[in-house]
């Protein structure tokens, strides 16, 4: 086991920001920790790194104590805090081998700034300034950070937050990539996050951990949640008729001609609503399905 937490409670003055969260990381695992803003995600990433202390509870990374053995116990983690702080005013190149000598492994710190440099992809940008950079390389700058004391456990606060489209793709295939030997715990407000990267989801909500699951179940889970359809009818229309198709569950109106339908199970039901439009003579003006999101997954894992 490498990462252990063991009923952690932490308070902001009178507010729990974490209240008695419990989870395991096992040794080589990725896993996402998902969660709302403000659920407490990175308050728990400050506690497992030793930069802040929780109220209540235990934490150990690979035997070592939060709190107890801090120094120790950041040779072992890679932390890419939220927002990722550089100074912008260093020279990528420069800023590596800074953070190196805290690690104090002169003995093979120059190699290590190379592997690390073409790791990252960060070759040709070693010799600008961080502050020069955009955001994605930027991010790999963290990365880099992160990685450069060859730590067994990765710490990473909403890595791709901020990042464009392609630098998405990018820096989590730099994750995949360096966390293959590694035991990772990423943090995220973004479903798509745990798709792409992650083989077990933790999901925090208001402090209080409210799912910790396989992502193949998590992925049922938003199968069988409501298909949600919005749609919008030329005319008044006789819906009593579309209850009686199956998989539709519950049909109410939202303003003038404008119905949500809910339907469950695995097959659309659009195709259904477009059949009943045309049967009736009524033109859909729009048809929009509401995704799936967290909240709503929350909602299915936690009634
Ligand atoms: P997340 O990372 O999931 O968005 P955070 O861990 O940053 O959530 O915050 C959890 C809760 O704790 C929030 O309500 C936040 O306002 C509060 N919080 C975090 N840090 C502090 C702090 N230093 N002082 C007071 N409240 C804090
Ligand atoms: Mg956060």
């Known amino acids: 086991m490498s990462i252990v937490i063991h009923g952690v409670t932490k308070l902001f003055g009178k507010q729990k920001a ?15 920790f998902l969660g709302p803003n403000g659920a407490g995600k990175s308050t728990m990433m400050k506690i497992i790194t030793g930069f802040i202390p929780a109220s209540s509870g235990k934490v150990y990374v690979n035997g070592l104590e939060a709190g107890t053995d801090n120094l120790e116990l950041k040779r072992q983690i890679g932390y890419l805090p939220e927002n990722n702080p550089l100074y912008p005013e260093m020279y990528v190149r420069e ?13 093979f710190r120059k190699n290590q700034i190379n592997n690390i440099i073409e790791l990252t992809g960060l070759a040709p940008e070693q010799n600008k300034r961080i502050g020069s950079l955009s955001r994605g390389y930027r991010q790999r700058v963290g990365l880099a950070q992160a990685l450069i004391h060859n730590p067994a456990v990765l710490i990473l606060d909403e890595a791709t937050t901020g990042l464009d489209p392609n630098q998405i793709v990018e820096i989590r295939n730099l994750i995949r990539e360096t966390g293959r030997e590694k035991t990772v715990l990423l943090s995220t ?5 745990v798709e792409a990267i992650c083989e077990r989801v933790i999901i925090i909500d ?15 889970v938003i199968k069988r949640a409501k298909q949600i359809i919005e749609v919008e009818f030329d005319k008044e229309a006789d ?14 109106i939202l303003r003038n001609n404008i119905w949500q339908i809910e339907g469950e199970g695995d097959e659309d039901i659009r195709p259904a609503i477009f059949n009943f439009a045309v049967s009736n003579n009524l033109t859909v003006l729009s048809l929009q399905k509401r995704q799936s999101n967290l909240e709503e997954v929350f909602r299915h894992l936690t009634s």
């Open 18 to 32: 974490l209240d008695n969260v419990s989870f395991e990381v096992n040794t080589g695992e990725i896993v996402g």
């Open 95 to 107: 800023y590596l081998g800074f953070v190196a000598s805290i690690y104090n492994s002169a003995r």
């Open 189 to 193: 407000h973004i479903m798509q996050e």
């Open 206 to 220: 208001k402090g209080i951990i409210v799912a910790n699951e396989e992502k193949s179940y998590i992925y049922s």
């Open 239 to 252: 819906v009593s008729k579309l209850s009686d198709i199956q998989n539709i569950s519950n049909i109410r």
